[in-house]
């Protein structure tokens, strides 16, 4: 039973859109959420990351959005590029824990 | 720094086999971790290590073994291969008191 909902599985964009990853989860010892994205035959790689002491954070195109309240965060991908083109996992762990436990994934194609 | 790497990057199994897959990181990270990702699940922890000596269950960790005796390697020991044990392992590792986890390029086994 995973613990972090991811949606969509996949979702198609033209270049210059935005792309919506949506995560939810019900543990509210979470207290780390980070986005990783990997490319085919590549091992993922940490995107961004949040804590839920705020509602934002951006890094160039890419902001993360938290809910506390609905225990629910998102990633946009703001003017997407073909090179963006990947599988993006959401994911979330508790403080001081080792462990993250992953969304299921979502592969965004970025056709040009 | 090479990172963390894994060998093999491909294995074919028949069932009842054994094997190990191999991991070693150069960043003398404590956190040591493996991975498999199955399509539609995410990624899945099956074992970790917090520090040479100390290892301790993930979430799916039957039919896997581990071992830590020195903190650059972290082998994942698969004792009789089952077809259910076929999908991508990865293996990350991550400085301790950070949250950035490092992963290698993942090794893809089939079980027949």
């Known amino acids: 039973q995973q613990q972090v909902k991811q949606s969509p599985q996949s979702l198609i964009v033209q270049k210059g859109g935005i792309s919506i990853i949506n995560c939810a989860y019900e543990n509210t010892a979470f207290d780390y959420f980070p986005w990783y994205q990997q490319f085919p035959g590549k091992g993922p790689a940490l995107l961004i990351a949040?804590?839920?002491?705020?509602s934002e954070k951006k890094e160039g195109r890419f902001t993360i959005s938290f809910n506390k309240s609905a225990k629910q965060f998102s990633l946009h991908i703001m003017d997407s590029q073909p090179g963006d083109s990947a599988t993006y996992f959401c994911a979330a762990s508790k403080k001081n824990d080792y462990k993250l436990s992953f969304g299921a994934g979502t592969t965004v194609t970025v056709r040009a | 720094n090479a990172g963390v790497t894994q060998t093999p990057k491909f294995q074919v199994l028949k069932t009842g086999q054994s094997m190990t897959l191999q991991c070693a990181q150069d960043?003398?990270?404590?956190?040591m971790s493996w991975y498999r990702q199955d399509p539609g699940m995410g990624l899945r922890l099956i074992h970790y290590?917090?520090?040479?000596?100390?290892?301790d269950q993930g979430e799916v960790p039957n039919g896997y073994n581990v071992s830590r005796s020195t903190t650059e390697d972290f082998p994942l020991r698969l004792l009789s291969a089952a077809p259910s044990q076929t999908s991508v392992y990865f293996c990350?590792?991550?400085?301790?008191?950070?949250?950035?986890?490092?992963f290698g390029p993942g090794t893809r086994l089939t079980v027949l």
């Open positions: 949040i804590r839920p002491d705020v």
């Open positions: 290590s917090v520090g040479a000596g100390i290892t």
């Open positions: 960043m003398n990270h404590e956190y």
């Open positions: 990350a590792s991550r400085r301790a008191r950070t949250d950035t986890q490092y």
